[in-house]
């Protein structure tokens, strides 16, 4: 059976949710535990309920949709991101991963039952009909979103191209509930944007899928051929709230900044499911100064990508503290009955360090003024902050939740990016850029 290894934050209507597609040999291969009697009792009480469910609830209930729903509870009592998927939601998952599918071009997740916009695809329905990153859903086509799984959610917002669809949304600042018409489309997204800034080479990630590499290594080949080796001061890849993607995209661009070593490891419950990934010889950027920026809504593969340079000293990490996504996800598939997705390993950054819960600190801390309607407000919960997120495995009192989260439309506003470009250009100065190959790696 092939298995899909994955790390990813919520889940995405029209876009790519997850983050590492794998073999997944090593998981979850050859370890059999024996079921005990208590066991096999509560199996047999699993059954007791269901047939007495089917034999005296007041209407005949769909037997399909109780055992999902059972299979969900159980998976979903693990952690936040361990969820039954049914074969259609499997299905569009791994056309997910293309890159090119139908629907809004909205990142959504679940928290305590509220669903919670991450942020809107740049060029996508959603983004053009100006949904927001923290506006919460209350309705869909005027069906209550309460009492829906996540998938239920992601379900009904998907359809066929040029359908409509009004969402209801709860947004930090109006008074009254907004209805939002979106008008569904084929969503291409691309996953990198870059410009010329002078003698700078911007570079923004949106997201990790399957033409993220190719399109990052087209990027750096254009600004420097643009610009011109001598001239080129150096590159900022934005990587503010990109919720993940492809886990082989992760390893692929840190291994674009890097020479060698260690990308990125996963470790599992047994001492030989560990698996380690590591960059090749060839610095695309040819050792041109980097800098990362990065926020609270930058997850999952963004974070190993910034915890790959950062503990490498090869980039300095700037902006405020990440989400704090560092669990493994393996996709594994249940024939024609779809596919659960389980959470079976942590990752490690080359230092050795699990950022589950705590995400990457930044080598320099940048907040941005936010407006005066989401000021308190602007803040993401974090991986620490969801409800049975799995405990850091080195110390869970380190936890940390909370980070902020907004980026000004204005690009003179964003102070971010700013003090990027100052540094790059020698205008400010910092002990932390660039980074100094013998200091020590932020916990």
Do not use: C, W
């Amino acid at each position: 059976m092939r298995k899909i290894s994955l790390v990813f934050m919520g889940a995405v209507v029209g876009a790519s949710a997850v983050i590492g597609i794998t073999e997944g040999r090593h998981l979850l291969a050859g370890t059999a535990v024996a079921a005990g009697a208590e066991t096999y009792r509560q199996l047999n009480l699993f059954g007791d309920v269901f047939e007495r469910i089917r034999s005296d609830y007041v209407e005949q209930p769909d037997d399909a949709k109780l055992i999902e729903a059972a299979i969900n509870g159980m998976l979903s009592s693990l952690d936040p991101h361990s969820s039954y998927m049914s074969p259609k939601n499997f299905r569009d998952m791994q056309v997910q991963t293309r890159g090119e599918f139908g629907g809004l071009g909205i990142e959504v997740t679940m928290e305590d039952q509220t669903l919670k916009v991450v942020s809107p695809i740049d060029d996508t329905p959603a983004h053009r009909a100006g949904v927001r990153a923290g506006d919460i859903i209350l309705q869909l086509d005027g069906e209550n979103v309460q009492g829906m799984t996540l998938n239920q959610a992601v379900d009904k917002m998907r359809g066929p191209v040029n359908s409509a669809i009004t969402l209801t949304v709860k947004r930090d600042g109006a008074t009254d509930p907004l209805e939002i018409k979106i008008v569904r489309d084929i969503i291409r997204i691309k996953s990198v944007r870059s410009r010329i800034e002078g003698d700078i080479g911007y570079v923004r990630i949106t997201q990790f899928n399957e033409q993220t590499f190719e399109g990052l290594r087209d990027s750096i080949e254009k600004i420097s051929r643009e610009i011109g080796p001598d001239k080129l001061k150096g590159y900022v890849l934005d990587l503010r709230n990109n919720p993940g993607g492809l886990l082989d995209q992760a390893i692929s661009v840190s291994d674009a900044f890097l020479e060698k070593g260690e990308v990125v490891s996963t470790r599992g419950r047994n001492a030989e499911e560990t698996q380690r990934y590591n960059a090749r010889p060839g610095d695309l950027t040819r050792g041109k100064p980097v800098i990362v920026l990065v926020n609270g809504g930058s997850a999952s593969a963004s974070e190993i990508v910034a915890g790959a340079l950062q503990d490498h000293r090869r980039a300095t990490i700037l902006g405020s503290r990440s989400f704090g996504k560092g669990s493994v996800q393996t996709i594994i598939p249940l024939g024609a009955n779809g596919a659960i997705r389980l959470t079976t390993a942590r990752y490690y950054t080359p230092a050795g360090r699990s950022i589950q819960a705590k995400g990457i600190e930044p080598d320099i801390e940048v907040l941005q003024e936010a407006p005066a309607e989401l000021k308190g407000k602007d803040d993401t919960k974090g991986e620490a902050g969801l409800k049975g997120h799995l405990k850091n495995p080195t110390d869970a009192t380190e936890e940390k939740s909370g980070s902020q989260a907004y980026v000004p439309s204005d690009l003179k506003e964003d102070r971010a990016l700013n003090t990027a470009y100052d540094l790059l250009r020698g205008v400010q100065i910092n002990a932390n850029f660039p980074p100094n190959p013998k200091a020590s790696v932020p916990n």
